[in-house]
């Protein structure tokens, strides 16, 4: 059975005090039948780790540049995450997608690099409005699940993640319903067992991103293919980021 897996995404927001302020109220959770994961920004990675290291909540990084050191000015290597204590790692978000124009080329290239170095990528995926009017859900995700996952292997499913997060939702208040994300959490788990077979499918976590809170989560859980979420604004919030972690351990 998998196990249950939430993690939030900080994106640009938090300054030292307020990170510090998250990290104590988070660190009271009690550990439970699901796993707990932050992702900050970098500037609260060494934060993270004098406050969390001897709590049940994991941390992890919201990018990294597929390189172990050079001339890429203001990038992170995979080895600067791990030294921090960092096991997890957001690796083809919509917004630096279409934002920084990064290609499903380029989020392989990071999501090897993640897996190199022992750390655990969450692969986001997902459609615009447009092209889900347009009917392309499914190849538009099927193409970023392939193309991201190419140079993964069978043997490394326990440690893949990927996050359906339907761009036409992230932030807008208006997540898809669980019916709307299972069915696409669904394509996504045929997707992993042609690409690397049923066991490996079997033990793959896909998670729901998208405007998910307090009072949907339970929805999103029921659903057989969807294992958790990735949670953005509701992760800045101590008391309803906890409470949907209780949720999830439930």
């Known amino acids: 059975m998998r196990r249950p897996l939430i993690a939030g995404n900080w994106k640009m927001n938090g300054d030292a005090a307020e990170a510090d302020a998250l990290f104590r109220a988070l660190a009271a959770v009690r550990p439970g ?15 993270a780790q004098q406050s969390l290291s001897d709590t049940c909540i994991q941390w992890g990084a919201q990018n990294v540049y597929p390189a172990a050191s050079g001339a890429y000015t203001g990038e992170i290597s995979p080895a600067m995450l791990t030294s921090l204590g960092c096991r997890w790692c957001i690796c083809g978000h919509s917004e630096r997608r279409q934002l920084l124009g990064e290609t499903d080329d380029f989020i392989r290239r990071k999501v ?5 170095a022992g750390m655990m990528p969450i692969l986001c ?3 615009t409005a447009d092209e889900r009017r347009g009917g392309r859900t499914a190849s538009v995700v099927q193409r970023e699940v392939e193309e991201g996952l190419r140079d993964a292997a069978a043997d490394e499913a326990a440690r893949l993640v990927v996050a359906y997060e339907p761009v036409w939702a992230i932030g807008a208040g208006q997540a898809a319903t669980a019916a709307e994300a299972q069915e696409v959490c669904g394509w996504i788990r045929e997707c992993l067992f042609r690409l690397f077979g049923q066991d490996a499918a079997s033990s793959a976590r896909i998670l729901y991103g998208g405007s998910v809170g307090q009072g949907n989560i339970a929805d999103f859980l029921s659903e057989p293919d969807i294992d958790g979420a990735l949670i953005g604004g509701a992760s800045l919030r101590a008391d309803e980021f906890i409470s949907i972690y209780d949720t999830a351990k439930a």
């Open 125 to 127: 995926v997902g459609e």
């Open 33 to 47: 039948g699901a796993d707990l994961v932050v992702c900050p920004p970098f500037t609260a990675l060494a934060a």
């Open 112 to 116: 090897r690099a993640v897996l190199d």
